[in-house]
């Protein structure tokens, strides 16, 4: 296997943890997006989309990284990221996604490159948006851990699932861009559990060359 990514972005970290969870050997493969890498050849005729993560497995080219989780998890099922029944599994993804869906998409590159070289907004104004939907959204994943007692180490049970593999590279991007988080301590409690374990902390983004 092959793995696309860019060492900073949130949905190749996903990536990149569900991988380390199942213990799969995959070469990686950087796609740097500051240089615009990804709308360069060779990466541009494999990708339609033009974004990262992509994953090739044989001749099997495979994108989004939601889709990617569930195709590994599906192939390769032990430990399963997404285990219990349908209203467990329902409640795994409703987290994911509340971050995937909810907070990512209003902060990921291309909008934040929108805001700044076509709208013309300010560094300090950009950097008050990530926050805001950062923060805001954050608040909604607090609720759904809080408030539910199938929350346990993590967001679901005593043992990673997909929900944490999207969660985590969420908490990174907010730390560095100095997002409040003292408002979530459910949500810091989960990513601090998440982060004494190997898969999360030796793929998190400064654990890779092009990072320094």
Known sequence: MQLYHYFRSSASYRVRIALALKGLDCELVPVHLLHNEQLEEPYASISAARL???????????????????????????????????????????????????????????????????LKVSEDDKNRWYRHWVETGLEAVERQLAGDPRTGHFCHGDTPT???????????????????????????????????????????????????
């Open 52 to 118: 990262v993560p992509l994953l090739k497995d044989g001749d099997r080219v495979l994108t989004q990284s939601m889709a990617i989780i569930e195709y590994l998890d599906e192939v390769h099922p032990e430990p399963r990221l997404l285990p219990g029944d349908a209203a467990a599994r329902a409640r795994i993804r409703a987290i994911a996604q509340d971050v995937a869906c909810e907070i990512h998409p209003m902060n990921n590159l291309r909008v934040l490159r929108f805001l700044v070289r076509e």
């Open 162 to 212: 997909l929900a944490d593999c999207v969660l985590v590279p969420q908490i990174h991007n907010a730390q560095r861009l100095a997002c409040r988080l003292d408002h979530v301590p459910t949500v810091m409690r989960v990513f601090d559990a998440c982060m004494r374990l190997d898969a999360f902390a030796k793929t998190q983004p400064s654990a890779y060359p092009e990072s320094a």
